[in-house]
């Protein structure tokens, strides 16, 4: 089938994207290879040695070993928050979906306007001042949860309407009460947009930086983008630290991502598009 | 909900889809969502200093309006917006069209494009102000291996809201292109089928049958961006923090300036006006987005 | 075991009245075909009984209880839906037992039923694959297994037959029928398929716009409906019908006639009707015969020749299209005119309002 | 205030009182979190502070937290303090930012504390509201000016200029040689103010009363020819063409490298700047000469100056006396001398006892006779006034670059301090 055409085409587009979307990369990696002479030049060289091992100790050490409260404050923020997004969205897009009241169009205008109101920071502040939340990973998820809340439901809610009400009914005439069938039913199904949805939070909440920076001072809530912008003065004469602190923080999301690859077209298609 | 007729509760008792399954997120979001927010409404009216706040009306709107460099900031944001949704529309559906034919390496290309998905806003920015340094970035330097000699492209006032705005596609047409690859599937066989029964060509192919039947694709592809470049902050503050001089500032970083200033009144009440600017914006487009879409 | 009774059910949306008070008395063990057209509220009737709808009013009793207020899963009820509704996640085994893991039914108790309902099914081989590698008729066998398992006291099914091929339909209706004489539970069938009523039902509940027409044993409905409606709906193909004049009025018997019919004298109840009034005249198409003498005069429009017998589509005087299944092949030409007789014992007569004026039995 | 004899005590440690008052100096116990700035300097210092502190007293932990610094830096001390969650210690600036913590409220006052009898009352001064003492400083002061290489000078055989006149002939002596003359770093835009900042000494010479009437509204950079002069000198290097090419990108750090290891003639800047040179280029710290930005008129040659930035404890703490104990630590000869082993010597210390080693790096003795008698120095605007627009960065950029005439620039600055005015609720705006 494939034309000779086809094989120029693919070749060139092999090569553009390798260009624009590899070297940057390379780059990256490349500059956590080198030394701080050598990187300092910020050029697209070969190492002249072998540096890695180095510039990560220097860089999980520094402050105290900041980087491994980092990972574990932000894994667990990831996590968890992730989950409690997933099912209070699942929820509120089950029965947003399957329920028609006078109340949906609130609903759905709250779920609009929190697309689109940037969030008042100070007020919150306070505000978790007041729970006792301030500061706290509990507050922090929370607050993940609170504003990603209006994507993750838009998502679901395209999905679960296409989901037979039937299957509800025989699941309830089964003895199933409300919980069984959202769990034990619904919430399996939609197994290809939360998989849309681990992706997409899980990477944004991940790579948070401004929320932690005003919702969790101190250092033992230290998470991973705030060690990068910690350290980006201190490393701003060592390249090589700064980009081997980027490259370290990029692969959690690069695991997500090898591991639900497959899967994320699939729960576009199912959650996304059909809108 | 309020009757009391037995009818009701009965309704109430027996619901499959109980109303309650909205408490958790419910209260989630009205306590650290909406509270904030209505609380900022009534701060964007008063000089405040986070210690106490003085009601003043709307001196803090007025003031607002004359930023000297607001009106540039707004139509900086809008340029923004449309141009990072619009490359990633463009970009994003040829990528997507490209990597649901025939095309050799398909697994790779595909990972490579949404690859910088996945790299966080702060550290994308501070691996791109490198390569844009004007000397000695990468970019520039391999500009002037073939003789060019490449632009200031952050320190280059005319330049600057561009570059951004390019990285910004960069980082961000690899979702674009996935949601237009699960468009794309999506689009049954049988219409590319019936074209070329009727000869169609392969570009009438895709102006006939890919373009209009990608609409949804599109659709949510220009929301999500269009609503993302309005309120885009990360990117422009890590690599240009509205600079050179105000040349690249949008609403948001104007705010973002007016709250590290400590104007946590004028900040909020310029919270106030961008949320007003993308409910003027968004509104209207969603609706024509969806009421084509409801002509399919 | 246990039969139901409706008394006064109502169901209202808000202001339309979807379901106008229906009274039904259940026999245990009995099989009941809800019929009617789409939108005639039967389904919803039957959704009412499983409490998958709230009752707006009146009382529904299965067995001896009070069931307005119970939750379906204390109705002891299971119900076949009309698109199978598998859980689509679950392999056949769970879905069959997924009632019984709610009930919390203990492991072995569950494996044993399940593979009794598959036993009795025929799908023992089927248990370890998932819907989507099901045919519709395997699906079909799937979704009544998940309702037998729970061993219901009534049986619910909606339409389940209208996703099935018409030969897979005629086996699995016979299925049915025998699962109904092997368990004896009382079954209530829910279809728009007169045939399906006609050939599974003990007693048919004929529904039309949320009123109950008339309830009976198919042949009774056949034979004795009580109104146009039910006389129109119940036999294939419908009943024919023409406006005719009354011309005279006998003891037990009312004499008919227009430029379509000559003079039938029908056997009919008289009270009430006068000589000039305008009735309703009904034959079945099977009831008319060839004849040269014969009462009804038309022209051939279409003929269906099905060799074991002959559909003939005639056009009345008065531009009323009839049918008429004639005996053995009938080389009919297009155009030709063409006498019926009818047999008057068989002809029914409906007043204005369409009531049957049936005679009184004999 | 001006010729103050800041550091008249400067050099002479005639109090023994301090070094008895250590000698008695009960162990403490406790828990302290300590909020610094991301500088370099900052973590450097403050970790050997910690270390010291924490030897003499090994039953006290203290936890050292990093914040950004700049404008980001500043919002989290704001709302950190208004929550209620500020770390028990932590370093912020003196003067006007000071003055908008509202210290009355969220500050823990030190006036009566046995260290202050060493602290300089002109340090006092910049630390203090309604009558309350509420820092101690924990840098030595500083000046703004111009840092030179040296090496440079030499080979072309300049002179320290004098007036703004003989700096821009240097310039054009060192363009024609084909070096960069003057260095700018508009990557981190706080840099591009500092011509603009650091001529004050000149704009109160020619204009005595200017900062009390630009507090009052009754002057204007754009409308009093003295300050305005100080945008147009910004103005007159870029308009030169006297920038290393990149100066639009570079960085604080790329121009200490350029001016010490000779890439560019001058870099205007904070002398706070010579800590990181000595760190970062410790093999050219010898080649970088220090002057204060130039006047009109050679008589009329002086200094602006920069009270250090200091240390507070929040009202909030819950071991006052132990936070309390720490800060006369850190601003005790022996804390001076600590910092000295740390970072090096940049300038003055504002405690008495406090002593300069004898082999401080060139830029620092370059500053120093502008300290003593017969040196003129004067302090920066921020010091003198609370009023500073936060946009003024993003306006000397706009002057530096050729984006905006010096003129208009100033306007645009008078228009940015009447926000801060009205937020902090002065009289006249």
Known sequence: ?275 | MTAAAAPALKMQRRSLYPGWFYLPAAVVYSVLFLAPTFASLYFSLTRWTLFDATFIGFDNFAQFFREPFLIQGLVNTVIYAVVTSGLKVVIGMALAVMLTSQIMARGYLRSVIFFPVLVSTIGVGMTFTVLMHPTQGMINQALALFGIAGPGWLVDPKLALFSVALVDVWKGVGLATVIYIAGLVAIPKDYYEAARIDGATRLQNFIYVTLPLSRPATATVITLSFIGGLRTFDLIWAMTKGGPGFASDTVASVIYKQYQAGFYGLSTAGNVVLFILIAVLVVPLTMFLNRKQGHE | MAGLELKNIQKTYGKVEVIKGVDLDIEDGEFVVFVGPSGCGKSTLLRMIAGLEDITGGELYIGDKLCNDVEPRDRSIAMVFQSYALYPHMTVYDNVGFGLKLAKTPKDVRDQKIREAARILKMEHLLDRKPGQLSGGQRQRVAIGRAIVRQPEVFLFDEPLSNLDAALRVDTRMEIAKLHADLGATMIYVTHDQVEAMTLADKIVVLDAGVVQQVGSPIELYQRPQNRFVAGFIGSPKMNFVEVAVEAIGPDAITVGSKDVASLRVPAATAGISVGDTLTLGIRPHDLSPANTGAIVGRVAIVERLGNETIVNIELASGTAWLAVLDGDQALRIGESLALAAEPAKAILFDAAGKALLPTPA | MTKTKLFALMGASTLGLMMTANAVYAQQSGYLSFLIDNGPQSVAVAEAWVAAYTEKNPDVTIDIEVRPGGGEGDNIVKTRLATGAMADVFFYNSGSLFQALNPAQNLLPLTGEAFQANVQDSFKSVVSAGGEVYGAPFAPAMGGGIFYNKPIYEELGLEIPKTWDEFMANNEKIKAAGKTAVIQTYGETWTSQVIVLADFFNVLAEDPQFAEQFTANEAKFATTPAALRSFEKLQEVHDADLFNADFGAATYPDGLRMVAMGEGAHYPMLTFGIGAIAETVPDHIQDVGFFALPGDSADKNGLTTWMPDSIYVAKTTASPDLAKDFVSFVASPEGCDIRNEAVGATGPYMIAGCELPADVPPAVSDMLPYFQEGGQNAPALEFLSPVKGPALEQITVEVGSGIRPAAEGAALYDEDVRKQAQQLGLAGW
């Not at chain 1, 590899?22 to 190492?47: E, H, N, T, Y």
């Not at chain 1, 105290?64 to 897009?93: D, E």
């Not at chain 1, 029965?95 to 028609?100: F, M, Q």
């Not at chain 1, 109101?117 to 007041?130: F, K, N, R, Y």
């Open chain 1, 1 to 275: 089938m494939r034309s000779r055409g086809s094989i120029i085409g693919g070749v060139a587009a092999i090569a553009a994207t390798f260009v624009v979307f590899v070297i940057p990369f390379l780059f990256i990696i490349l500059m956590a290879f080198k030394d701080k002479q050598q990187s300092a030049l910020r050029d697209f060289s070969w190492p002249n040695g072998f540096h890695l091992w180095d510039n990560l100790y220097e860089v999980v050490k520094t402050r105290n070993w900041m980087m491994i409260t980092a990972f574990i404050n932000s894994s667990l923020i990831t996590v968890v928050s992730v989950t409690l997004l997933i099912v209070l969205a699942a929820m509120v897009g089950f029965v947003l979906a399957r329920r028609k009241t006078r109340w949906n169009g609130l609903i759905e205008f709250l779920i609009l306007a929190g697309l689109m109101i940037p969030p008042a920071v100070v007020p919150t502040i306070w505000l978790l001042q007041g729970l006792k939340l301030f500061g706290t990973l509990h507050g922090m998820i929370l607050i993940q949860v609170a504003y990603n809340l209006p994507f993750s439901i838009i998502l679901y809610r395209a999905f679960i309407a296409t989901i037979p009400r039937e299957l509800d009914e025989a699941a309830v005439i089964d003895g199933a009460r409300p919980l069984d069938v959202f769990f034990r039913i619904i919430l399996p199904l939609l197994w290809p947009v939360t998989v849309t949805n681990i992706v997409v939070q899980s990477v944004g909440i991940f790579n948070d930086f401004t929320n932690p920076l005003y919702y969790l001072p101190g250092n033992q809530n230290a998470t991973v983008q705030l060690t990068l912008y910690n350290f980006q003065s201190q490393f701003s004469t060592a390249y090589n630290l700064l980009f081997t602190n980027i490259m370290l923080i990029t692969i959690p999301p690069l695991i997500v991502f090898m591991f639900f690859n497959r899967q994320i077209v699939a729960g576009m298609t199912a959650g996304a598009v059909k809108g």
